[in-house]
């Protein structure tokens, strides 16, 4: 019997955790409550001044860590506005992360919740505050940045080849001169010979009438024998006719 009665406790008790009777989560929290305490600590942190508390008397890293915040601060600007808020589990711990916008860039402000004691007083379950800049907005400046460097390369160098384009196209202007320039000193050589011969003038036309040509040719023929024969006798030559040889 007791036999009987021992596996039979045995066998409820794998049943119950097979079913899951008597259980409880471990660690149940409320989502809300979480993002309430951290929305008090960041009013906190965002109203505070934490030049007016660094002393020397502090513990290096706590003045370590006010010294960062306040230079946070000063270099985020004026307050805007919540962008956004986060609660995910990371190992042991709960994570609440506030996304905060401020004038000159975003602020994350995060609390860690210890996740064993944050169902029992989640307020006394703080392991650590923290805020920084975020890297995803850090980099986007940095890419936006390099981007914009970029497009001011690209439009500058359209810009000088334009220039260089409107410059060779004001030149044109000038190459039918030179062309005409060159024509004018390469004259042709049949020219320049044409131009070092003697010209000669033919007077003499179809219409004529012959009798004044028989005429001048025999004056000019008489005249050349004269010449040639030095005062001799005139030997009575008389051009009687003169016939046209065609080429």
Do not use: C, H
């Not at 036999?3 to 409880?24: D, H, N, P, R």
């Not at 007016?52 to 960062?68: F, G, K, N, P």
């Not at 975003?106 to 860690?112: G, P, R, Y």
């Amino acid at each position: 019997m007791k036999k009987f009665l021992s596996k039979l406790s045995v066998f409820i008790l794998l049943l119950a955790m097979t079913l899951g009777f008597g259980t409880k989560t471990a660690f149940a929290y409320e989502e809300s409550d979480l993002i309430q305490i951290t929305d008090y600590y960041f009013e906190i942190w965002n109203m505070t001044d934490f030049s007016e508390y660094m002393d020397e008397s502090l513990d290096a890293s706590i003045l370590e860590q006010y010294t960062r915040w306040q230079d946070l601060k000063n270099e985020a600007g004026e307050y805007v506005e919540s962008v956004d808020t986060k609660v995910a589990e990371v190992d042991e711990t709960v994570v609440v992360t506030k996304t905060e916008k401020y004038a000159s860039s975003n602020i994350e402000f995060t609390i860690t919740f210890d996740k064993t004691a944050v169902e029992i007083d989640p307020s006394s379950a703080i392991i650590a505050i923290d805020a920084v800049r975020p890297a995803v907005n850090s980099s986007g400046t940095a890419t936006m940045a390099k981007a914009g460097m970029n497009t001011m390369m690209g439009m500058g160098v359209v810009f000088v080849v334009l220039i260089f384009i409107s410059l060779v196209i004001s030149l044109l202007k000038f190459v039918p001169a030179l062309v005409t320039r060159k024509e004018k000193a390469e004259e042709p050589v049949e020219q320049k010979i044409a131009a070092s011969m003697p010209s000669v003038s033919t007077n003499i036309s179809t219409g004529t009438d012959d009798t004044e040509l028989v005429a001048v040719i025999t004056a000019a023929i008489a005249a050349f024998r004269a010449k040639e024969l030095s005062g001799a006798q005139d030997s009575g030559f008389v051009v009687r006719s003169i016939r046209r040889r065609n080429k």
